[in-house]
């Protein structure tokens, strides 16, 4: 063989004989290092936030921040100053329950299991909720529109030795049936205790109201139209000149002329009763011409 040859063998030798080391050991050492040493990229922990919100959310109102009212560990008294958001949503609960007088709240307190009670009531949840009406009701709202139950459970939200807002506020359900019935028998109360009465000349069955008058047939109309079985009575009075009989047939025609005015006002006649007192029932003195005068009328009212 000759030295050319041999040279080149042995460069092929080294080569292949390096490249199966390097293969070997330094190929491994970068494996471990990548997959055994490689630092480990961690995701920072999420922190929760520290609050509890004062939130009231009901039909009409809709109030959130992130401050809220406090008790310290085993207390059921409010910590003050409350906070300007806190004061500016009790300001607007204020202003809806006056608004809304027959809106009920109900306050459900909360306590852990393990503080202690030592106040009067059944529980130390039902303590503060208490407390906290006391608090709305010193801000001027109405005691009667509050509700208090308390509730324990095993962990609430703290602030070292403070409860974070450890209540929250249920608005009940209106019954909107019953209030709309209250809204028309407050109407009817109001067309009877001050009636349309039309008064007239003396003989006469006719005249032009007045837009008093004409708002009170307004009111008339409004309340039947709502209220379906409702019924309209018209009673004709006269004074006491001439003869009974001819008094009680001149009241039956006042009494005519105005279901004849509401008819044509809106009002079915098939829905206003008629009748006459005559002269049976003054109001006035007959014996001077205000009286008479007085005494010349027709009275509708709500039956």
């Not at 008093?212 to 209220?227: D, G, H, P």
């Not at 008094?247 to 009002?267: C, T």
């Amino acid at each position: 063989m000759s030295k050319k040859v041999s040279y080149l063998l042995g460069i092929a030798i080294t080569i292949i004989l390096g490249t199966f080391l390097y293969l070997k050991f330094c190929c491994n050492c970068y494996e471990k290092t990548t997959t055994d040493d490689a630092p480990k990229i961690v995701s920072p922990a999420v922190q929760e936030p520290n609050f509890v919100p004062f939130v009231l959310n009901g039909s009409g109102i809709e109030y959130q921040t992130h401050d809220n009212l406090k008790f310290l560990k085993n207390s059921a008294i409010l910590i003050m100053p409350v906070s300007d958001s806190v004061t500016t949503g009790v300001e607007k609960l204020k202003a809806f329950l006056t608004t809304n007088p027959k809106q009920k709240v109900t306050i459900t307190g909360y306590a852990t299991s393990d503080e202690t009670n030592s106040t009067t009531f059944e529980n130390l949840g039902l303590a503060r909720a208490n407390d906290v009406k006391n608090y709305f009701v010193s801000k001027g709202m109405s005691e009667n529109q509050f509700n208090t139950i308390g509730k324990i459970i095993d962990t609430w939200k703290m602030s070292g030795d403070t409860l974070l807002g450890p209540a929250d506020y249920t608005f009940e359900t209106i019954d909107s049936s019953s209030a709309t019935n209250d809204e028309w028998t407050a109407l009817k109360e109001k067309i009877n205790a001050d009636p349309l009465i039309l008064h007239f000349n003396t003989n006469k069955s006719r005249q032009t109201l007045s837009d008093a008058e004409k708002q009170k047939v307004s009111n008339i109309a409004k309340y039947l139209e709502n209220v379906k079985d409702a019924v309209v009575v018209a009673v004709g009075h006269s004074d006491n000149v001439g003869n009974r009989d001819s008094n009680i047939i001149l009241g039956q025609k006042r009494a005519d002329f105005s279901k004849d005015y509401l008819s044509k006002n809106g009002i079915d006649a098939a829905r206003i009763e008629t009748s006459s007192k005559g002269p049976d029932e003054p109001v006035g003195d007959n014996a001077t011409e205000e009286g008479k005068a007085t005494n010349r009328r027709t009275v509708i009212t709500i039956k």
